[in-house]
Every structure is written in structure tokens, then in C-alpha cells.
């Protein structure tokens, strides 16, 4: 009885617009009575229809995995090749201009970039001018795109191999033509997880360092957390804080640019290596702790990140559509090719088209508008 009383207090002070503590954020997560869900569902919907409005939004976008070769080894991760594997690729400037024609040709405004950490993808022995140079193969031809491209991972490994400070690199892509950058790798902002689920990756206060200082240097991010795996609800509680104190930080210290979307990934484990699937126990998302989760997320982090979204990918369009009455506003993008999650054993598809995302929005009895990476609209023509 004392839960459900305590969950009431924690939803109504959250509905007067107070943020939500770490204490509360875990008390939601740990419900498993059905009322007490139904509870936090409304709420966040509510706080949904206050904070970001009826209108769910997605993009047209195309995601360029340029490679998949990568020194690290993850332990979530089905996509890494070690060069020389048969199945590993690297695209060459004419293949990524083929990608990028076709996905403007097919109404794109943006395209997604990110590929494996190749020590090889050097220009006279340095790593940054073959990533500008990736950028300003697709710039030169389309000015117009928006490139999100490369995450705080990237950017750490691109500074290390050139001795740089994260600054020069985030500085020297920005003007290079990259509009935005992902804000994956993130996985769980907890290194005791981190240690297992990622050993060779950056650590968490790398991963806030280089967000907050592309916020400093006028470039917008996305946020992320992959869930589900192995994780704890005070990890999970935890990431959310960090998220939202980096938030603030951006929005108390009026830097050029803040986090736009925070976008929860659930764990895929269909394909990945065998120690974490035996550990997780399974090989698909449970839809109900994403949705809870979602629904949290929207809770604790509302008042700061309005816009929220679940990866139909991840969740298959369904799972997707249905996160849109926890709390989530967007849809996501049509990707027209996604290789990192179906190459896990996702069921999701790779390619959404327009029509189908709309058609999935309208079944709410919720209107539907095509927004570009920044959450501006996108006047149809």
C-alpha cells in the first residue's frame, strides 16, 4: 500500500512540473503492479502532450555504416569485423556518394554516419583529415543535408590516433560540414557496466566530457542508452541524471547548442557473442520494460529534453507505435538501411518508408509531421 501511495506523490509532483529524484526514478521502475504502471503510462503521456505536444514527428534519413572493420570488441556488438575477414567492408568516397545520391533522390534531409573504429582509415598517417574528408565528399555534392555523423567514441578515437584535443577534432568536422552529432556510444553512463559490456570503449566521464564541449562548440547532440542487458534501475536512473545534469549544464550556461532527442535502444541479443547472451538470458527486447522505461525517461527528463523516441528497429514498428502512449513523440527515421541492429538479430526491418511510419502514427488518431534533425518542420512542398 505505502508503494502506491508513494507512487502517486512522486506522478503528481512530477505532473506540478517538479523534476523527479533519483530515489523516484527508481521507485517507478520497480513497479510491477498493473495500476500502478497504468499510473505512470498516463502520466508520462500527459507530460508528453505538455512538453512536446500531439504531433508526433519523424524524419527522412539514411544511415552510412562506411565500415565495419573496428579494433574494439564490444560485447553487444554483431556488426565488428577484424580486416581481412571475408566479410568486411570498407566504402571508398564513390560508394558513399552513391548512398548519399540515392537518399537525397528519395527526399532525405539527413544522413547518418558512423562506422567501426579502423586504425587504417589514415590520410598521410592521420585519422581527422580522412574523416573530414568523408564529410566534405558528401558536403561538396549536397550543401544542403544535414550530416549527424561520428559519436563522442569516434571523436576520442580519432583525437587519440593524432594526439589532439577533443576540441580541434569536433571544431574541425563542424567546419567541415557536420551538422549534428549522434549521441550513441553511450550504451549505459555507468563504468562498473561498462567494464563488462564495453570494456575498450570510452568511459563515462569521456562520453559526458565530449558532448558538453560540443555543446561549447555550437554543435547540437542526440541522446541515447541502451537498455536491457545487464544493467541495474539505479544504473538505468543513474544514466538518465547524468543525461539531464548535462542538459542543464548546456541550458544554464547558454551554450550554443543542447541535447535534442533522447532515444532509448533496447538490447538486441539474437547475434551477439555468446558470454553476454547467456548472461542476459535472451535474444529479444520485452517490450514492457522498454515501454516502462520509456515512459520513466519521459518523467525524469521532460522538463529539459522534450522529444522522445523508441527505435522501431529495435522494437519492430509495433513496439514503436505503441511507445508513442508512453511518453514518446517521435517516430524516429525511414534509415533506408540500418546494418548495426539487424546484424544483432533484429526484426525490425531496415527501411521504413514514409507512408508506413504516417499510417502507424494515424492509427493513434494523432497527427503526424516530417521534422528535420533539429526538430524544425519540413514544409512540404
Known amino acids: 500500500m505505502l508503494t502506491k501511495i508513494a507512487v502517486e506523490k512522486i506522478l503528481e509532483r512530477a ?56 579494433e574494439q570488441h564490444c560485447s553487444f556488438c554483431a556488426f565488428r569485423r577484424d580486416d581481412g575477414d571475408t566479410d568486411a567492408y570498407w566504402l571508398d568516397s564513390a560508394q558513399i556518394l552513391e548512398k548519399a545520391t540515392d537518399a537525397v533522390r528519395r527526399g532525405a534531409t539527413e544522413i547518418c554516419m558512423q562506422g567501426g573504429l579502423n586504425p587504417q582509415a589514415l590520410i598521410n598517417g592521420k585519422s581527422l583529415p580522412y574523416y573530414v574528408k568523408v564529410v566534405e565528399t558528401i ?46 556510444a553511450a550504451e549505459v553512463l555507468d563504468d562498473e557496466v561498462r567494464r563488462i559490456l564495453c570494456p575498450e570503449k570510452i568511459n563515462t566521464a569521456t562520453w559526458l566530457e565530449i558532448v558538453s564541449t560540443a555543446h561549447k562548440l555550437g554543435l547540437h547532440t542526440t541522446s541515447t542508452m541502451l537498455s536491457g542487458h545487464i544493467e541495474t534501475h539505479e544504473q538505468q536512473i543513474g544514466h538518465l541524471e547524468k543525461l539531464r545534469s548535462l542538459q542543464k549544464t548546456a541550458i544554464n550556461q547558454g551554450y550554443p547548442a543542447r541535447i535534442t532527442e533522447f532515444i532509448l535502444l533496447p538490447f538486441v541479443g539474437q547475434e551477439a557473442p555468446k558470454s553476454l547472451r547467456r548472461r542476459v538470458g535472451r535474444d529479444q527486447p520485452v517490450l514492457s520494460d522498454a515501454l516502462l522505461l520509456g515512459a520513466v525517461a519521459r518523467i525524469y527528463l521532460g522538463n529539459w529534453i522534450p522529444n522522445h523516441q523508441q527505435s522501431w528497429v529495435k522494437l519492430g514498428l509495433a513496439g514503436a507505435t505503441e511507445a508513442l502512449v508512453w511518453g514518446c513523440n517521435d517516430i524516429g527515421g525511414t534509415l533506408m538501411e540500418e546494418h548495426i ?24 488518431g494523432r497527427p503526424y509531421q516530417q521534422r528535420e534533425t533539429l526538430y524544425q518542420k519540413v514544409i512540404s512542398h
Do not use: W
Not at 24 to 44: C, F, M, N, W, Y
Not at 341 to 355: I, K, N, P, S
Open 139 to 184: 558536403k561538396q555534392e549536397f550543401p544542403q543535408i544535414h550530416l549527424h555523423a561520428f559519436s563522442p567514441q569516434e571523436v576520442q578515437f580519432i583525437a587519440r590516433l593524432d594526439g589532439l584535443e577533443y576540441a580541434d577534432v569536433i571544431t574541425a568536422l563542424r567546419d567541415a560540414g557536420v551538422g549534428s552529432m549522434p549521441g550513441t
Open 341 to 364: 541492429t539487424t546484424m544483432a538479430g533484429a526484426l525490425g526491418g531496415t527501411c521504413m518508408e514514409v507512408e508506413t511510419l504516417e499510417t502507424a502514427i494515424a492509427s493513434l
Open 15 to 70: 505532473l506540478m512540473g517538479y523534476d523527479l529524484s533519483p530515489e523516484e526514478g527508481v521507485v517507478l521502475l520497480q513497479q510491477t503492479d498493473p495500476e500502478a504502471i497504468a499510473a505512470i503510462r498516463t502520466t508520462s503521456d500527459t507530460l508528453r502532450q505538455i512538453q512536446a505536444g500531439d504531433t508526433v514527428t519523424y524524419i527522412i534519413n539514411r544511415n552510412i555504416n562506411f565500415t565495419n572493420i573496428c
